[in-house]
């Protein structure tokens, strides 16, 4: 027989246990955390969820336990005070005695579970299974109608559990209803905007993924972006579209280009190649003249807008006033490269970086991976957001490529 505290029922011990049995005072707690103003709002969600599955008897059996017979078991046990807590576990343990049957008391606090052992119960620690599903800056939910209707209620409860600046897709019934995204304080709507390329060639994205990077790259409020992605996703075409469009509408003052020297595997190193620094840089910045042409590619170096900086020349430099330092190939980065770079960004300045942890070309990457770290650290902090991109939009005979793996 299972017996929960409110811990154990607000982490979600019904998903594991059944037919589970409940003090009344957990209902009031829970009613008390519905409408409480200090309560976080996905906490205030988790208890109105529980609320209704127990009006409904949906998996819960309720306690009335004789409170004089409580009130007698605390004052035989001298670990027991007469608080809430306490009276739940002389609940179990009352149930316990009248049933006859062995109760497991389940809860996910630990002072709980300590007391709970010394007063002879059978105890068991429940802890909230962690979502191991790789964090790609997004996520899709299938919410029942009365989450729809507090979303678009009460966009500010976070009733999906969002980190902040993550994107939420909406399915009902298996077709994707809608986009929001939690900015930390409450969920709106997936927006952004095409626009003209330097040349005049509409830019716009091409999926849904890509729409969402969008919309993350025209948000100036978040100042370390992260695009992951495989080979034609369009991950390096859609931040560098933006970076020329972000100096030209005068957001950025200029952009420093920078990558780690490392070549791609059974390639020669850049030293081998011929002329002062920026030209041996120069292949690593053609990606650019692709999107606009060789000529406009000299003429961003040659005016400053674009300076190339290979990464071993970041330390002691300070980006500030509008600068962009956007890197390319970041699969190439240690924890130390990240934090370097995250070091150089100053007020009004922005870090954009691209990657593919597919494409890692040294075995130190592998083993100290530098924007794996990144992800891990700062998802969820207000002035971090990423998208990862998941569909080729280069070619169907470069998704071929795929097939070697």
Request: charged share 30%; proline share 2%.
């Given at each position: 027989?299972t017996f929960a505290?409110?811990?154990?029922?607000?982490?979600?011990?019904?998903?594991?246990y059944t037919d589970?049995w409940?003090?009344?005072?957990t209902?009031a707690?829970?009613?008390?955390i519905k409408t409480s103003?200090?309560?976080d709002?996905?906490?205030?969600y988790l208890?109105?969820?529980?609320?209704?599955?127990i009006?409904?008897?949906?998996?819960?059996?309720?306690?009335?336990?004789?409170e004089r017979k409580?009130?007698k078991?605390?004052?035989?046990h001298?670990?027991?005070r007469d608080?809430?807590d306490?009276?739940?576990i002389?609940?179990?343990a009352?149930l316990?005695k009248?049933?006859d049957?062995?109760?497991?008391?389940v809860?996910s606090?630990?002072?709980q579970?300590?007391t709970?052992k010394?007063v002879?119960?059978?105890a068991t620690?429940?802890?909230?299974?962690e979502?191991?599903?790789?964090y790609?800056?997004?996520?899709?939910?299938?919410?029942a109608?009365?989450q729809l209707?507090e979303?678009?209620?009460?966009?500010e409860n976070n009733?999906?559990?969002?980190k902040?600046?993550e994107?939420?897709?909406?399915?009902?019934?298996?077709e994707?209803?809608d986009?929001?995204?939690?900015?930390?304080?409450?969920?709106?709507?997936?927006?952004?905007?095409?626009?003209k390329?330097?040349?005049g060639?509409k830019?716009?994205p091409?999926?849904?993924?890509?729409?969402?990077l969008?919309h993350?790259?025209?948000?100036e409020?978040?100042?370390?972006k992260l695009?992951?992605g495989s080979f034609?996703?369009?991950?390096?075409w859609s931040?560098?579209q933006h970076a020329l469009?972000g100096?030209k509408?005068g957001r950025f003052s200029?952009?420093?280009?920078?990558?780690?020297?490392?070549?791609?595997?059974g390639s020669?190193?850049?030293?081998?190649l011929s002329?002062?620094l920026v030209?041996?840089?120069?292949?690593?910045?053609m990606p650019i003249?692709?999107?606009?042409?060789v000529?406009?590619?000299d003429?961003?170096?040659e005016?400053?807008?674009?300076e190339p900086v290979?990464?071993?020349?970041m330390?002691?430099?300070?980006?500030?006033?509008?600068t962009?330092?956007?890197?390319?190939e970041?699969?190439?980065l240690t924890k130390?490269?990240?934090?370097l770079?995250?070091g150089?960004?100053?007020d009004?300045s922005?870090?954009w970086v691209?990657?593919?942890?597919?494409q890692?070309?040294?075995k130190i990457?592998?083993?100290?991976?530098?924007?794996?770290?990144m992800v891990?650290?700062?998802?969820g902090?207000?002035?971090?957001?990423m998208v990862?991109?998941?569909k080729s939009?280069?070619?169907?005979?470069?998704?071929l490529?795929?097939l070697?793996?």
């Amino acid at each position: 027989m299972t017996f929960a505290d409110t811990s154990a029922i607000l982490n979600g011990c019904t998903d594991t246990y059944t037919d589970v049995w409940i003090s009344r005072l957990t209902v009031a707690e829970l009613e008390n955390i519905k409408t409480s103003e200090t309560k976080d709002s996905n906490i205030k969600y988790l208890a109105r969820k529980a609320v209704r599955a127990i009006i409904f008897n949906n998996g819960y059996n309720i306690y009335h336990p004789d409170e004089r017979k409580i009130d007698k078991f605390i004052k035989k046990h001298s670990t027991l005070r007469d608080i809430n807590d306490h009276r739940i576990i002389a609940a179990a343990a009352l149930l316990q005695k009248e049933k006859d049957y062995d109760v497991n008391f389940v809860t996910s606090d630990g002072a709980q579970y300590l007391t709970a052992k010394n007063v002879g119960l059978h105890a068991t620690f429940y802890e909230k299974k962690e979502n191991k599903e790789e964090y790609c800056g997004w996520k899709i939910v299938r919410p029942a109608n009365e989450q729809l209707a507090e979303l678009y209620s009460h966009p500010e409860n976070n009733i999906f559990a969002a980190k902040a600046n993550e994107f939420i897709e909406i399915y009902v019934e298996n077709e994707l209803k809608d986009v929001q995204f939690w900015d930390g304080k409450k969920y709106r709507p997936l927006k952004y905007q095409n626009f003209k390329s330097t040349f005049g060639e509409k830019v716009a994205p091409r999926n849904l993924e890509q729409k969402m990077l969008f919309h993350l790259l025209q948000n100036e409020n978040i100042k370390i972006k992260l695009c992951l992605g495989s080979f034609g996703d369009g991950k390096t075409w859609s931040m560098l579209q933006h970076a020329l469009k972000g100096v030209k509408d005068g957001r950025f003052s200029k952009i420093i280009f920078v990558r780690n020297n490392v070549v791609t595997k059974g390639s020669r190193d850049i030293g081998y190649l011929s002329g002062n620094l920026v030209e041996k840089i120069r292949p690593y910045l053609m990606p650019i003249a692709d999107l606009t042409s060789v000529e406009y590619l000299d003429e961003l170096i040659e005016t400053g807008i674009l300076e190339p900086v290979p990464l071993a020349f970041m330390r002691g430099r300070d980006f500030s006033n509008g600068t962009l330092v956007f890197c390319d190939e970041a699969e190439n980065l240690t924890k130390e490269n990240i934090q370097l770079l995250i070091g150089r960004i100053g007020d009004e300045s922005e870090l954009w970086v691209a990657g593919d942890l597919k494409q890692i070309d040294d075995k130190i990457f592998e083993r100290n991976n530098g924007i794996q770290k990144m992800v891990d650290r700062l998802k969820g902090n207000e002035l971090f957001g990423m998208v990862k991109l998941i569909k080729s939009e280069r070619s169907r005979t470069s998704q071929l490529a795929d097939l070697l793996d």
